[in-house]
């Protein structure tokens, strides 16, 4: 039985389990969680005062602190008992303990009071609460706290039962000011954008020094010194550090210089050694093409394939407005080398162009030029007349094809953009195959391609069969559906890499792979990661004869676990520490496959996810993460679920940064294999505005294999080992 017919089971032993003290707890069944933020920040209980900058504040004015009660649980409602603070009324603004004090609370809510976990509130019972600590500014510079104590029925973790929060002052507060992010929009040439950088606090900021990384098309110029973009750059430090007085500000530059259209994106992390909100880092995001006009042209290449020697084909080409602004064209044209344009391809004579399905029938101009509107397209017409048979290529034995170059000039990045057109004559009159690829030729990973061949045309008659064709990556174990024989297949590209699909059709006359025709079409799609952290996990297990095969039991199951490093629960691998793995909020794996570990918003995502769990063959699994926190270790393991009598399996896995390969671990390379309940702890990756993954080996360097791994929380559900 796999995993899943677990899940019930699994919910109520783990909810039982949770209650022993080697077990670690998370958004499982019947907890509920407190999580506090203040002014839209998490809030770490226990982790020191929050600060008020008196020097800030006018005498006789307030500084409003906004805290909001969550219940990140799952499936409890969370009981507010009471919110108290030391020495302050409760919802009043003036009065002998904001006289004391300074601090005091506002809009309490009606205690006592109930939180729903998050996405289960209700009319009745919201997944929020909501109240105010107010601090007054007097005309006196003495150091005032108040503690405040929430006080609560928290089931998970019960030491924060009574979660308290110190508020405190101080003379002097600097503060780091900078924009959160400078978007260069649609860029062409080279560009400069100003950052300014300000001290708005009440005293003197002192930066240390910064982190740059990201796209390499970025410069920094910083203290009149240029820097580049890197992705695995290190803290640049200033010597000596830079200091800027209350109230002002320096002024830095970037420079964007593109190579393409494609989006770019780079982070800047300013650090500041007396601000406490940047002693991290203060990110500011750089971004650039990532807005504007976007043209898409279909198809491209424009691939006639064989074409009767004399007669006239014909195809539609669409442009399509892709960007977030209308796209405007000046011009499409034929190239072909003259005195004018000596760098132009030279066109071969078959082709020609058509305008009359464009809106007013004519060609673009300079003068006249074409607007089309966001999301909207508009046609025109290819033409190819073969004026003779094409000779075949004495190597491959293909024709040698007649190109062209269409030029659209737009106003994109690509304002001159070529479109490749091939055609070769023939005397037989062969069918035509054509592949169009719903989703494009660069996607990311657990794209579900949607090939589509029915726009392929006959020579006589109709078309009667469709013969398709695949090269892809060893460990894409997956097959065209529903067969190899559909004229519009689809194909799950789950590994990153080269995929090429090829395509034969036959009409009553012809195949396109007859020695007369070669009309065979093929298209290549690059399957790529676009998150910063992409982690994949592949196996291959020698007793499957067939890892293409799917259903229950039909292969091995293998698990990828990503933890955060709060994942705490039993030292089963007997190192002296607690283990990270299974801990039902801070590992990522089947069990728990969108945790939420960092920011409460729903538009930050600062959460990895399981984006594919696989129980019955060789793979992938892939866990995603968008934004990575500064300063965080995560952890990569991977664990032998179940073998279902497959016996021994070697896994790879292989991490990707910014769509780059980073590391790769074949332990087929290393004759080395995992058996049922093995724990392979593969690597680390330290996180600091980018990445520094570290393979985890023991002291006679090794790889660290736990065997028999078993969490007591999923002891039944596995059944053991």
Partial sequence: MTKRLFMATAVTLIGMLLATPGCSGGKSPGLSDIEIEIDGKPFAPHTGEVKVDIGAIPVGSTRTFNITVYNTGQGKILGLLNIVMDYSPQNQDEGPGAEDMGFYLRNLPSLPAEVAPTNEGTDTVPEFETFQVVFKRFDDVLPRSAVVTVLNDNSKDSDKQNLTITFGTRDCNPSLSAPSQVDFGQVQKETLRDINISNTGSCELIIDGFIFTGHTDYTLIAEETEYTADLSSEKVLFDPALVIPSNSSVTWQTRYSPDSGDPAQADLFVFATNDEEALDGRRIELLANTSGPCIKVTPSPVDFGGELIGQTAKIDVEIKSCGTGPLIISDIVLQRKDDEHPDWFDSSLDFSLGYDKLP?????????????????????????????????????????????????????????????????????????????????????????????????EASSGAIVSYQWSLEQPDDNKFNLVPTYNFPDPTHEVNVAGTYTYCLDVCDAQFCSNDPECNTTACKKVVVVPDQAIHVELTWDTPADADPFDEGPDAGSDMDIHFTHPFATGPDIDLDGKPDPWFDLTYDCFWYNPVPGWESMSPN??????????????????NINLDIPKDGRVYKVGVHYWDDHGYGASFPTVRIWIYSEMKLEVSLKDEDINLIKGDMWEVAHIEWDSTATILPVKTESGGHKITHDYVNPAFEQISGGN
């Fill in 604 to 621: 930050v995502e600062d959460d990895p996810s399981l984006d594919r769990d696989d129980t019955d063959g060789a793979g992938p699994e």
């Fill in 360 to 456: 007013g029938g004519v060609r673009p101009s300079n003068a006249d030029p074409l607007e089309v509107g966001v999301n909207d397209s508009v046609q025109f017409t290819v033409q190819c007349t073969p004026d003779q048979q094409n000779p075949l290529d004495p190597v491959t034995g293909k024709p040698l094809k007649d190109e062209g170059v269409i030029q659209i000039d737009n106003n994109t990045f690509d304002a001159k953009l070529p479109i490749q057109t091939i055609c070769f004559g023939v005397l037989e009159e062969c069918p035509q195959p054509v592949i169009l690829i719903t989703e494009g030729e660069e996607v990311p990973p657990q794209t579900l391609l949607h090939l589509d061949g029915s726009q392929s």
